[in-house]
């Protein structure tokens, strides 16, 4: 699976995870790709639980969360977790196998390490990492996409109809797109 060019910007997970890889299962030839999705406002950014050749390339990470939020206890805080996990019980199984971090960066984190590893389990699960502190400039938006329909009235007269991100952020903007609300958690919350 490929996952590119997006934002995450806080969260509503107990655990407090922006972007979570998981693979609770033997998977012999299975693998991961996040690029240029940047995370700023959850308790741990990135994680892997159990996930084999997951790879994270141009990824970034910020200004992540270490109090409670809502009433939920605060979450590990760390920028990078990769761990284990079997809730079936089967032999040597889900450990993180093949984990890289390349040309990655992270900024204003409030614990270390950033990098992190369930070191009983799954002591070797990062093979790679290139993780900079970088203060680097968060995007929040992007992702650019125009969709145009033509939809019949019950005449028979065709209406054009726009869903486009990049018209605004006002209500009708929001609504003509089909998200609930504005499509955004605000993480101050």
Same mark, same amino acid.
Request: one cysteine or more; proline letters at 4%.
């Given at each position: 699976?490929?996952?590119?060019? &997006? ?46 050749? %997951?790879?994270?390339? =141009?990824?970034?990470?910020? =200004? ?8 939920? =206890? ?40 950033? %990098? ?34 033509? %939809?019949?009235?019950?005449?028979? %007269? ?19 797109? &089909? ?11």
């Amino acid at each position: 699976m490929t996952v590119r060019d &997006g934002s995450i910007i806080g969260n509503n997970a107990l655990t407090g995870v922006g972007f979570m890889w998981e693979e609770s299962n033997i998977l012999t030839d299975s693998w991961g790709l996040i690029e240029r999705v940047n995370i700023r406002g959850t308790g741990t950014c990135h994680s892997n639980y159990g996930g084999s050749n %997951v790879t994270w390339n =141009d990824c970034g990470c910020r =200004d992540n969360v270490c109090e409670g939020r809502g009433g939920r =206890d605060p979450g590990s805080s760390l920028m990078w977790y990769s761990g284990w996990e079997n809730p079936d019980h089967i032999d040597n199984c889900c450990f993180a196998r093949n984990a890289k971090i390349q040309a990655s960066r992270f900024w204003n984190a409030c614990t270390s390490p950033w %990098v992190w590893r369930d070191v009983t389990e799954n002591p070797e699960a990062w093979m790679e990492i290139d993780l900079t502190p970088e203060d680097f400039t968060f995007n929040d938006h992007p992702i650019d996409l125009k969709i145009c329909f033509i %939809v019949p009235d019950d005449n028979g %007269v065709d209406t054009r109809y726009e869903a486009d991100t990049g018209a605004g952020s006002g209500a009708e903007q929001i609504a003509n797109l &089909g998200l609930v609300g504005d499509g955004r958690i605000d993480y101050e919350s």
